[in-house]
C-alpha cells in the first residue's frame, strides 16, 4: 500500500532529469575550473620557468643545489649526462647532476664575441 505513491512520484520526475543532470554536474565542473588555475597552471608554469634556468646554467654562474650547498659553477658537461662540477670552496669541486640545482643566485655575463 505505501509503495504506489513512490513508485508514481519517482515515474512522474523522470521526464524532467535530463535538465537536471547537467546542474549536478555543473559544481563539480566549476570546482574542476577553479583547481586548474588555482593550482594546476602555477605548477606547470614553474615547471617550465625551472627547466628553462637549468637549461641556461653556464661555467661562472653561482648556484644553490637542494641541499643547501653554494658554489661556482667551473664546468658543464655537453656530452647528455646532466652534470655540472661546482666549485664550494678553493680547491674542491663536486659533480651535481643539473636537476638538483635548486637556485641560480647570480648569472655570468656571456663573453662578447671577437668580430
Request: glycine share 8%; net charge positive; hydrophobic share 45%.
Amino acid at each position: 500500500m505505501f509503495v504506489t505513491p513512490a513508485f508514481a512520484q519517482a515515474a512522474g520526475s523522470a521526464g524532467a532529469s535530463g535538465g537536471s543532470a547537467l546542474m549536478q554536474f555543473l559544481p563539480l565542473i566549476f570546482i574542476f575550473v577553479i583547481m586548474y588555475f588555482l593550482l594546476i597552471r602555477p605548477q606547470q608554469k614553474k615547471m617550465k620557468e625551472t627547466r628553462a634556468m637549468i637549461e641556461a646554467i653556464r661555467r661562472g654562474d653561482m648556484v644553490v643545489t637542494q641541499g643547501g650547498i653554494i658554489g661556482k659553477v667551473t664546468h658543464v658537461k655537453e656530452d647528455g649526462s646532466n652534470e655540472v662540477e661546482v666549485e664550494i670552496s678553493q680547491g674542491v669541486k663536486v659533480r651535481v647532476v643539473k636537476s638538483s640545482i635548486s637556485q641560480v643566485v647570480s648569472k655570468t655575463e656571456p663573453a662578447a664575441s671577437a668580430n
